[in-house]
């Protein structure tokens, strides 16, 4: 999954193009289904309901990113582990005029919004061979809709001494990538522990970007294939997270944390993923807690691993030698369209608390859309 430089103004085209499809599937989606009259948040002096915000559009906030490098000693060795930690957050609108920080989408280190904060945060976790601006299409829409995101590396496979074919499956012959994979996968969890502790610290000491800005009582976890697995095994064993949308996630760290997952879910996942494939999704969707209060489960028929990513990578069967999909596979921007709407509104719904989301999480919404199949389960 290394980054091509080449590419960057290809990922321009396709987070453009995205913007445009999420505006055209999230207005469908409202005309479909509108707010419903049990919704308490949002209710104007009249008594009616106030419509939400597109979910599938861009939020109203402009979108400022900050990084940071936070040193934390090794779950297994003690040895230090220095990871790279990247925050997308609300900015005021002053924000669009500024120069777009390379790689990250938006302008670095903007001033952040205070009307609306402390803003609900969630935890991002990249997939191996990741790093934390892999995915800017899905950090920076979510920062738009007023959340703070912060993504981290996790170091062994995101990225030194991968993203390389020897570190892909774990167990290759080669005993240098295996040891620092096996160093990593071990300390993920705790990688992502370290940066919540430390990101909410910063907000309560008056940090120049995260002063008083997030909510440590609405906090969420995401992440894509090795980091989807990541989030899973997180929020197993953190009642803090209200809510977990895993993208993709490897089977290794997902199936294991499953029973214990106590918090709604929802698991995206594309049908033609040659990484992560479908039974073993359908396997992990069996798997998660009966008790868990909401069980999602949303397919895109076409999309493989690459739609978790800013660019289709090199050696995807669904991706050509310049980085676009195949005509057979489901465009990014359409992909990305899709897995912005409903992971916007889930986590709008469970994480930010926000009622009026909860008429448009209805999987009768998606059923004239051929690439897109929501399923959804609810404990008694």
Same mark, same amino acid.
């Given at each position: !999954? ?64 900050? &990084? ?6 090794? =779950? @297994? ?11 997308? #957050? ?16 938006? %302008? ?31 950090? $920076? ?10 993504? @981290?590396?996790?170091? /062994?496979?995101?990225?030194? %001494?991968?993203? =390389? ?60 294939? #090795? ?11 953190? +009642? &803090? ?13 997902? *199936? ?24 073993? !999704? ?17 397919? *895109? ?15 995807? +069967? ?34 930010? /608390?926000?009622?009026?989301?909860? +008429? ?7 059923? /004239? ?5 929501? $399923?959804?389960? &609810?404990?008694?």
């Amino acid at each position: !999954m290394e980054r091509s430089p080449a590419r960057s103004g290809g990922r321009k085209v396709v987070w453009g193009a995205t913007m445009a499809v999420c505006g055209l599937l999230g207005l469908l989606a409202l005309v479909v289904l509108p707010v419903g009259p049990a919704t308490q948040v949002g209710r104007p002096s009249g008594g009616q309901v106030a419509s939400p915000p597109d979910p599938g559009a861009p939020g109203a906030y402009a979108v400022g990113v900050s &990084r940071r490098s936070l040193t934390r000693s090794s =779950s @297994t060795t003690g040895e230090p582990r220095t990871l790279d930690v990247v925050i997308w #957050y609300p900015a005021t609108p002053a924000a669009a005029a500024l120069t777009l920080a390379e790689r990250l989408g938006v %302008p670095l280190d903007a001033a952040p919004e205070q009307a609306g904060r402390p803003y609900p945060l969630l935890l991002f976790s990249p997939g191996a061979g990741g790093e934390p601006d892999i995915s800017t299409f899905f950090t $920076t829409h979510l920062a738009s809709h007023g959340f703070v995101v912060v993504a @981290t590396s996790h170091p /062994g496979t995101t990225p030194a %001494p991968c993203p =390389s074919a020897r570190c892909a499956p774990l167990s290759t012959g080669d005993p240098v990538a295996q040891a620092w994979a096996v160093e990593a996968v071990a300390n993920r969890s705790d990688d992502v522990r370290f940066v919540l502790e430390t990101v909410l610290e910063l907000s309560a000491r008056g940090d120049p970007q995260l002063g008083a800005l997030v909510d440590g009582e609405r906090v969420g976890m995401t992440g894509t294939s #090795y980091g989807g697995g990541t989030a899973l095994d997180v929020v197993a064993d953190d +009642p &803090r997270f209200r809510a977990v949308v895993p993208l993709a996630p490897a089977p290794m760290l997902a *199936l294991p944390a499953a029973p214990r997952i106590s918090a709604p879910t929802m698991l995206v996942v594309g049908e033609a993923d040659h990484l992560v494939q479908l039974p073993a !999704m359908q396997e992990l969707y069996a798997a998660l807690a009966a008790g868990t209060p909401e069980r999602w489960f949303v397919r *895109l028929p076409r999309a493989g691993h690459g739609m978790l990513t800013d660019w289709c990578p090199d050696g995807y +069967p669904e991706c050509d030698a310049a980085g676009w999909p195949l005509p057979h596979a489901l465009p990014l921007p359409e992909a990305h369209a899709r897995i912005n709407r409903w992971a916007t509104a889930f986590l709008l719904r469970y994480v930010a /608390g926000d009622a009026r989301y909860a +008429p448009l999480l209805d999987p009768a919404v998606a059923a /004239g859309d051929p690439d897109l199949r929501v $399923t959804v389960a &609810r404990a008694p």
